[in-house]
């Protein structure tokens, strides 16, 4: 699960060309590649995984689910984890991969913001569909191999860019954890604390 803050003093990094979002779609599941036609194409949708077969299957069958909440993204679970039952509600999607996807997020949020958010989403869908636990239980987020992974992709995919560490930062600042974690997080990226 991924919630980026919107940087403020930080100039607005530019996601590649060829980066398209469909900002207009209707709340509802669309295909990966109708709200982000092209992903496939660009630098790290064919690096995302080794084997051609695995990334084509990965676009052609991963799903976006748009919600009407004030939320970022996550990877629907197949069904929600025993200890998270009495706080959390989430989409639940038991056969198709799908990243569920907050409208407004999507229709207002950086381009850079959703490059990077969708490409770190997808990392988790390749990582459940090898067998991983999404969300362990006992486990904080800054120590989830799985979380730390899939930033590790998407800051690879913003260095290439020449996206600055002062957005970075910001980007990599998530609500949920506190700044001794969010220090853990950008030390163990790479990503200087400034």
Not at 146 to 169: C, G, N, Q
Request: one cysteine or more; glycine letters at 6%.
């Amino acid at each position: 699960m991924v919630r980026a803050i919107v940087p403020t003093p930080v100039a607005e990094p530019v996601p590649p060309p060829g980066f398209r979002i469909a900002r207009g779609l209707a709340l509802g599941r669309h295909p990966i590649l109708d709200v982000f036609p092209g992903l496939d194409r660009l630098p790290p949708g064919r690096k995302i995984h080794p084997d051609p077969r695995v990334r084509r299957r990965l676009f052609q069958t991963t799903e976006v689910e748009l919600v009407a909440e004030d939320m970022w993204a996550y990877v629907a679970p197949r069904e929600v984890p025993a200890f998270r039952r009495a706080q959390w509600k989430p989409v639940v999607s038991h056969d198709v991969n799908c990243i569920v996807l907050g409208a407004g997020h999507l229709r207002e949020s950086e381009a850079m913001i959703l490059y990077l958010d969708i490409y770190h989403e997808l990392c988790h869908v390749l990582q459940r569909d090898d067998g991983a636990e999404l969300w362990p239980p006992g486990m904080s987020y800054v120590e989830r191999w799985t979380e730390v992974e899939a930033y590790r992709f998407v800051v690879e995919e913003a260095r290439r860019l020449h996206v600055s560490d002062a957005f970075l930062r910001e980007y990599l600042k998530v609500e949920w954890i506190t700044e001794a974690e969010h220090r853990r997080l950008l030390e163990a990226l790479g990503v200087p604390v400034g």
